[in-house]
């Protein structure tokens, strides 16, 4: 093996900051037809994404092989200006992303892509958790361009990405009204050309997109 090779199912949107970061330092990553049983059997715990290195190691957790990635090439910034106080600072909004936006988002789109059944209570309670998390980053963004200093870091790229989703098929025109911060910054972030080479151009919904039995 001489190269990167990440195992991930086609549109996952946790493979995206892995591949968007890669963009940004440089480095090329081979993506094979998702084939389950070969990412099990990489992974400890027998989920994709999981990263196969030149060295012929496993990286598992998308948070993780996206750090490792962003580390690989420090003098690119995506890990902060070299400070341990601006790379803690981006790992910070990594955490913050995962904790407090993949999971209500998650619970809002995956039922309108088949992903999971609708229930009701979990539908609204997802879009309060989503809202609650969108202010704090609307509020954080409005003397901000990005995240954490003047350049994109892995946080942006973190955050935007588990947002494409949400934005592209549930987060309608009225829900994103208080959030204009956010959609300003995503807006930023999805237009740079490592964002497109990757997810494309994104069109934020107009209509919020049902699941079957809401």
């Known amino acids: 093996m001489t190269g990167y090779t990440l195992h991930a199912p086609a549109g996952s949107f946790r493979a995206f900051k892995i591949l968007i970061a890669a ?12 084939d ?3 990412a099990t059997s990489l992974s400890p715990t027998g989920k994709a994404p999981v990263l196969q290195t030149p060295a012929g190691g496993t ?5 993780s ?11 690119r910034g995506l890990t902060g200006n070299g400070s ?4 803690a600072a981006v790992d910070s909004w990594c955490d913050f992303c995962a904790n407090n936006i993949e999971l209500p988002a998650c619970v809002w789109w995956y039922p309108v892509a088949g992903f999971m059944p609708f229930q009701q209570a979990a539908y609204e309670k997802a879009k309060a958790d989503l809202t609650k998390a969108l202010t704090t980053l609307n509020e954080h963004l409005e003397s901000k361009k990005y995240l954490v200093n003047d350049n994109v870091t892995l946080a942006d790229i973190t955050v935007a990405s588990a947002l494409v989703y949400p934005l592209k098929l549930v987060c309608d025109e009225e829900f994103r009204k ?11 972030c999805t237009s740079q050309a490592e964002f497109k080479a990757v997810i494309g151009t994104v069109a934020l919904c107009k209509s919020e997109l049902v699941a079957s039995g809401q």
Request: glycine content about 4%.
């Open 23 to 34: 963009e940004y330092n440089g480095i090329d990553i081979d993506i094979p037809e998702f």
């Open 36 to 38: 389950a049983a070969t």
């Open 59 to 63: 990286i598992f957790e998308s948070h």
């Open 65 to 75: 092989i996206a750090r490792y990635i962003a580390r690989i090439r420090r003098d």
């Open 84 to 87: 341990i106080v601006e790379e």
């Open 178 to 188: 208080p959030f204009g911060n956010v959609i300003r910054w995503f807006n930023d």
